[in-house]
């Protein structure tokens, strides 16, 4: 059994997908996440990462026939490219207690970091890597799966979408 929590999607989501109002399912450990005020953390055994780290392994045991509201299982490669772009943003240091982490209706897994509808992390780990739409002041960012550089990517990102908080 998974722990899974659905909510309506977010109208606001600049990522072009799921921006529709349907119904997505976000895990319950990550529902009531608080935001807490830093801006950096070390997130080495940290509650924000134990919460991910078992949202994903949820994630990837989630049973073949699975229908969260239109969303599927994953498939296995997605969530392989999940554990890695979570370790990207560890390592990048951003405060990630408020990150969200769902399935989505195409077998890929999505993450999402907003601070508002000018500065949000959005990415999506498919079996072609890991891609991105970031928005950081009103400037849009793409990460391209394909190009040899998203690890650097990723980081640069994040850290310029952390010193970017007010």
């Given at each position: 059994m998974t722990d899974l929590l659905t909510v309506p999607a977010?109208?606001?989501l600049r990522s072009g997908r799921g921006s529709n109002g349907t119904i997505r399912a976000i895990p319950r450990s990550l529902a009531g996440a608080k935001v807490r005020n830093r801006e950096?953390?070390?997130m080495v055994r940290s509650k924000a990462w134990d919460r991910i780290e078992k949202t994903l392994i949820d994630i990837g045991r989630l049973p073949e026939d699975f229908d969260g509201d239109g969303a599927l299982k994953p498939?296995?490669?997605s969530v392989s490219n999940a554990f890695?772009?979570?370790g990207y943003l560890r390592d990048s240091g951003l405060d990630l207690t408020d990150l969200m982490i769902w399935p989505t209706d195409n077998g890929t897994v999505e993450f999402s970091l907003r601070r508002d509808r000018n500065n949000e992390l959005s990415f999506e780990t498919g079996t072609d890597g890991i891609s991105g739409l970031i928005c950081l002041s009103g400037r849009e960012h793409w990460i391209d799966p394909r190009s040899g550089n998203v690890r650097t990517e990723v980081m640069r990102l994040a850290h310029e979408y952390a010193s970017s908080r007010v």
């Open positions: 977010d109208p606001l950096y953390s070390s498939f296995s490669q890695l772009l979570a």
